[in-house]
Each structure stands twice: as structure tokens, then as C-alpha cells.
């Protein structure tokens, strides 16, 4: 590493911060939630760590640091980095793919459980004082589809497989020779109907690009059985949401979870909050105790890698925005 400048954009009190002491010795930290924190040091720095600060902030730093080789954002999710300037560089770009991925693999699985026992309906039952005996479904033999077969959803079909169900998935390059245990069938993005008309639940875990964008829509809500259940826990614009919002409301589907949406917050007046058949979840399926210590070891482990000159982990293919 010829250039032993880090900045780190974030809120200096962020307590995950004080990992890094290890590294100090090897670099000088810099840490700011604004340009100006940067002046006079982002002409000489190497690498950026994107801790939490927004896209038009890395932009910002970013533009005045010619001689940065490395960014990393602590998130899964690129689409708001993606500037021209970043994009056109030859910098390197990784993400934190993997680290919340088995959380989000574990909500999946209880969304799964939740619609087929019904568990609304026991709790409005508990609330209401009322012995009501009802069938439940079981989950062995049903279907899971998984749209965008990437980290998370080896995530989802690990976790799922075990319980019996049987698992389609799509990806943008479909294998020639299929050896994955998990998954009984891969389909291509354009064979996403067929792949829909099979499935008992469907999770979208793809990341947000220009092919993914609304790319569950009317057609594919028309596909899906009327006891099909859709989880999102990859990026809400993934699915088009007033398409959603029609098949919930006239009950063509069974239900939804979601733990991301088109606007964060959710606005309070926002069809989904009173919707009996959605599960809503904001935007926490994967904040566990330590979710931001792994994020940050990630980093660290990274930083030793570029540090050393050995391949980083994680990398971003920037003009296909995973």
C-alpha cells in the first residue's frame, strides 16, 4: 500500500470505530460525516470505507481524492454509489456482501412459517381471548422460488431446504452444468413466469439494477397460484409495489413479507400497514446483536488484504451494479 491515508466516512461517535485501533499503525484514519472533515488529506488517500455515510457524500470526498485506489461500503447494496465518476474509474469498488446474509436467511424461513401456521391468527385469537381449532399448512413438498440466486439466496435455500421444500431459483447467467444440491431447477431471468407459475412462496433477493427493477410486475403477480406467498429482503424496487398492493388487496395471492420498500420510512399512511395479509419487518431482518462488529471485521479483513496486495473479497462489478 504506497498510500497510507483511510477515510472513513461516519459519524466519529459510531462505536464500531474503535476496531480499527489495530490498523493505525499501518495507516492514517481519517474519519468524517462531511467533506470539509477531509480537506487537506483526501489529495493523498488510497482507500475509502464507506462506514454510513450517504452516496452524494462518498461523491463528494471521492472527487477530490485522485489517487484512491480502493472504496468499500459496509452494505450489500451498491445502486446508490454508483456515480459516473466511480463508475468509469479504475477504482475498486467491494461491498459487504455475506455478512447479513444468514440473518436475512433466517427471516425468510420464519415468514415461510408464519403464513403456512397462520401465526396472525393465533395471536388475534390469544388478544381476543377466543378458542378457535383451525388447519395449518405444512411446508414439506411446497415450493420456494428464489429470484436472484446470489449470496442471500444460497442463504434462504440452505436454511429452507432442511424443512423439505423443494427450490427453483433465477440467475442472470445460468450455469451449463448444473451441480448446485440445493436448487432442483435454475431458470434464466426471461423464463421468470414459468419459474412463478410453480411456486407455493417466492423471495426476492436480487440486488436493484436496471434489469431487476420492477421486474415482479402485474404479469408475474398473474402467474403466481392463489396461495402463493412473496418475501422481499433484497431491494424494494425489485418488485413493483402498486402492482403488489392490487394482488394483497384482491386477495389474487396469499400474502407478503417485506422487510425493504420502494420509500424508507414507510410513510404512515402507506397501504401496507393495514394490509391482514402482509407481514411488514422495517428494514431489519438482518440487525442482529452484531451485525455492525461483522461489517466491520469484514473491512478490517480487507483492508489486510489490500494492505498486502492480495485479491479483495467481495469486489463489485460496476457497470452490472453487483
Same mark, same amino acid.
Given at each position: 500500500?504506497?498510500?497510507? !491515508?483511510?477515510? %472513513?466516512? &461516519?459519524?466519529?461517535?459510531?462505536?464500531?470505530?474503535?476496531?480499527?485501533?489495530?490498523?493505525?499503525?499501518?495507516?492514517?484514519?481519517?474519519?468524517?460525516?462531511?467533506? $470539509?472533515?477531509?480537506?487537506?488529506?483526501?489529495?493523498?488517500?488510497?482507500?475509502?470505507?464507506?462506514?454510513?455515510?450517504?452516496?452524494?457524500?462518498?461523491? =463528494?470526498?471521492?472527487?477530490?481524492?485522485?489517487?484512491?485506489?480502493?472504496?468499500?461500503?459496509?452494505?450489500?447494496?451498491?445502486?446508490? /454509489?454508483?456515480?459516473?465518476?466511480?463508475?468509469?474509474?479504475?477504482? !475498486?469498488?467491494?461491498?459487504? #456482501?455475506? #455478512?447479513?446474509?444468514?440473518?436475512?436467511? =433466517?427471516?425468510?424461513?420464519?415468514?415461510?412459517?408464519?403464513?403456512?401456521?397462520?401465526?396472525?391468527?393465533?395471536?388475534?385469537?390469544?388478544?381476543?381471548?377466543?378458542? =378457535?381449532?383451525?388447519?395449518?399448512?405444512?411446508?414439506?413438498?411446497? #415450493?420456494?422460488?428464489?429470484?436472484?440466486?446470489?449470496?442471500?439466496?444460497?442463504? %434462504?435455500?440452505?436454511?429452507?431446504?432442511?424443512?423439505?421444500?423443494?427450490?427453483?431459483?433465477?440467475?442472470?447467467?445460468?450455469? &451449463?452444468?448444473?451441480?448446485?444440491?440445493?436448487?432442483?431447477?435454475?431458470?434464466?431471468?426471461?423464463?421468470?413466469?414459468?419459474? /412463478?407459475?410453480?411456486?407455493?412462496?417466492?423471495?426476492?433477493?436480487?440486488?436493484?439494477?436496471?434489469? !431487476?427493477?420492477?421486474?415482479? $410486475?402485474?404479469?408475474?403477480? &398473474?402467474?403466481?397460484?392463489?396461495?402463493?406467498?412473496?418475501?422481499?429482503?433484497?431491494?424494494?424496487?425489485?418488485?413493483?409495489?402498486?402492482?403488489?398492493?392490487?394482488? /394483497?388487496?384482491?386477495?389474487?395471492?396469499?400474502?407478503?413479507?417485506?422487510?425493504?420498500?420502494?420509500?424508507?420510512?414507510?410513510?404512515?399512511?402507506?397501504?401496507?400497514?393495514?394490509?391482514?395479509?402482509?407481514?411488514?419487518?422495517?428494514?431489519?431482518?438482518?440487525?442482529?446483536?452484531?451485525? /455492525?462488529?461483522?461489517?466491520?471485521?469484514?473491512?478490517?479483513?480487507?483492508? =489486510?488484504?489490500?494492505?498486502? $496486495?492480495?485479491?479483495?473479497?467481495?469486489?463489485?462489478?460496476?457497470?452490472?451494479?453487483?
Amino acid at each position: 500500500m504506497t498510500n497510507n !491515508t483511510l477515510l %472513513v466516512l &461516519a459519524d466519529p461517535l459510531e462505536p464500531q470505530l474503535s476496531m480499527m485501533e489495530t490498523l493505525k499503525t499501518e495507516v492514517n484514519i481519517i474519519v468524517g460525516n462531511s467533506a $470539509g472533515a477531509f480537506e487537506g488529506v483526501a489529495a493523498g488517500a488510497g482507500a475509502i470505507l464507506n462506514w454510513s455515510g450517504p452516496g452524494s457524500l462518498l461523491r =463528494e470526498v471521492f472527487r477530490k481524492c485522485p489517487k484512491v485506489r480502493w472504496v468499500h461500503t459496509r452494505s450489500a447494496g451498491v445502486e446508490g /454509489l454508483l456515480f459516473p465518476e466511480l463508475v468509469e474509474s479504475s477504482v !475498486t469498488l467491494t461491498n459487504g #456482501t455475506g #455478512t447479513f446474509s444468514p440473518s436475512l436467511g =433466517e427471516f425468510v424461513l420464519a415468514a415461510i412459517l408464519y403464513f403456512a401456521k397462520d401465526l396472525r391468527r393465533m395471536i388475534r385469537n390469544q388478544a381476543a381471548g377466543v378458542w =378457535e381449532p383451525f388447519d395449518v399448512m405444512p411446508i414439506s413438498d411446497q #415450493t420456494l422460488g428464489i429470484i436472484g440466486y446470489g449470496d442471500i439466496g444460497h442463504a %434462504v435455500a440452505s436454511r429452507v431446504r432442511p424443512m423439505g421444500m423443494r427450490i427453483l431459483a433465477i440467475k442472470r447467467h445460468v450455469p &451449463a452444468l448444473h451441480k448446485d444440491e440445493l436448487v432442483e431447477q435454475i431458470y434464466s431471468p426471461d423464463r421468470r413466469i414459468e419459474m /412463478l407459475s410453480r411456486c407455493d412462496y417466492v423471495v426476492a433477493t436480487a440486488p436493484l439494477t436496471s434489469e !431487476t427493477r420492477g421486474m415482479i $410486475g402485474e404479469p408475474e403477480f &398473474a402467474a403466481l397460484k392463489p396461495n402463493a406467498v412473496v418475501i422481499n429482503v433484497g431491494r424494494g424496487p425489485v418488485i413493483d409495489e402498486e402492482a403488489l398492493i392490487r394482488a /394483497l388487496s384482491e386477495g389474487r395471492i396469499k400474502g407478503a413479507a417485506l422487510d425493504v420498500f420502494n420509500h424508507e420510512p414507510l410513510p404512515k399512511d402507506h397501504p401496507f400497514y393495514k394490509l391482514e395479509n402482509v407481514l411488514l419487518c422495517p428494514h431489519c431482518a438482518d440487525h442482529t446483536h452484531d451485525w /455492525l462488529d461483522n461489517a466491520m471485521q469484514l473491512f478490517i479483513a480487507q483492508f =489486510e488484504r489490500f494492505r498486502r $496486495g492480495q485479491p479483495l473479497m467481495n469486489v463489485v462489478d460496476k457497470k452490472l451494479g453487483y
